[in-house]
């Protein structure tokens, strides 16, 4: 049996060397032990210490953490497209007999044609297709209509601005969205054609609806789009008169040029035929919204194509909201004559 001294003295040298080794495991003394894993030395430091050999056990499985995926972004199913509030007519417009107490007429001219014959005359264009088939243009493109406090403009003098937010140009634009909407091809021509001299406006216009005809043949139907103007004895300025989905709207009304002036002018009595069926359709959809016809001794450049006319939108005494509301009418009604009229 070994002495109680040496005893003590082999315990303490196992002490020590568990001391040591436990350092080494914790890293205090750097990687020279590189030889032992840390669960090797974990095992020895236990058995050194407690004279009891660890039990093995299973380490638990590794774990690895999924990678990051990208999710697709979110998709919604596609919406098909939405209708145009008026769909393109697939028949011609058809017109007879019983239509004749709409065309109501006043003249600016000593010419008197028979309204009732050019009612009835087949009107034979098709304004559908791939090519431009409407021209809108403004040969007085400042002309606006009386402020409300929510729409302001600077006035030129009158009831007249260059801000096209108010003037009758916003009012082209509008009609010009609502019949392409429909599927009709159209430039708005948004020039101003007045150019310091209202007076020869219709002489700078005329060249610039020669140029657009000449680029574009195909182009069937020319509205000069106006606003009217008259005063009352007081000074007040007239307003027309007329309901739209229970709003109140202005009236429209369709001026269309002739040969009274003596000036050559051989399509106006099919330009008045296209204005009679308008002015009969209009009162179709929206009664009381389209003035009789003002036939004019003038040719307001409607020489130049067949179909060509003045549509007046209201007067000065109306205002832009007023106008603006007449207009969906007005795109209704030239819509229901795209495939003509028999």
């Known amino acids: 049996m070994m002495k109680t001294d040496e ?107 028979d309204v009732e014959k050019l009612l009835l005359q087949p009107l034979k264009w098709d304004l559908t297709g791939d090519e431009p088939s409407i021209l809108i243009v403004h040969t007085h493109s400042t002309e606006a209509y009386t402020q409300t406090a929510d729409r302001q403009y600077e006035p030129m003098g009158g009831y007249y601005t260059t801000d096209d937010r108010y003037n009758v140009i916003s009012l082209g634009d509008e ?32 060249k610039g609806v020669q140029d657009h005809l000449k680029e574009h043949p195909s182009i069937q139907m020319v509205i000069d789009l106006h606003r009217d103007a008259a005063q009352y004895a007081d000074g007040t300025e007239w307003a027309t008169s007329a309901t739209v989905d229970g709003e109140p709207s202005a009236q429209v009304m369709f001026v269309v040029g002739s040969s ?32 009789p016809i003002n036939l004019r001794a003038a040719r307001f450049n409607h020489d130049l194509a067949m179909g060509a006319l003045i549509a007046e939108i209201g007067s000065a005494g109306n205002t832009h909201e007023e106008a603006m509301r007449a207009i969906p009418v007005l795109a209704e009604t030239i819509i229901a004559l795209t495939k003509g009229a028999n």
């Open 7 to 113: 005893i003590i003295r082999k315990g303490a040298i196992v002490l020590a060397a568990a001391a040591v080794l436990r350092l080494l495991c914790t890293g205090i003394m750097g990687n020279s032990f590189a030889l032992f894993s840390q669960p090797q030395l974990a095992s020895f430091l236990i058995t050194a210490e407690s004279g009891r050999v660890p039990s093995e056990t299973t380490p638990p499985p590794e774990t690895t953490v999924p990678p990051e995926t990208t999710l697709p972004p979110e998709t919604t199913a596609p919406t098909e497209p939405e209708e145009p509030e008026v769909a393109l007519p697939e028949e011609p417009a058809v017109f007879t007999e019983a239509d004749f107490p709409f065309v109501e007429m006043t003249y600016g001219t000593k010419l008197r044609p």
């Open 175 to 206: 009609l010009e969205r609502l019949l392409e909407e429909a599927g009709l091809n159209v430039i708005h021509d948004r020039s101003n054609y007045e150019l310091g001299d209202f007076n020869n406006a219709y002489d700078y216009s005329r």
């Open 260 to 291: 009274g002036t003596g000036l050559h002018h051989p399509n106006w009595e099919t330009n008045l035929s296209i204005a009679e069926k308008l002015k009969v359709q209009m009162d179709r959809i929206a009664p009381g919204v389209a003035r």
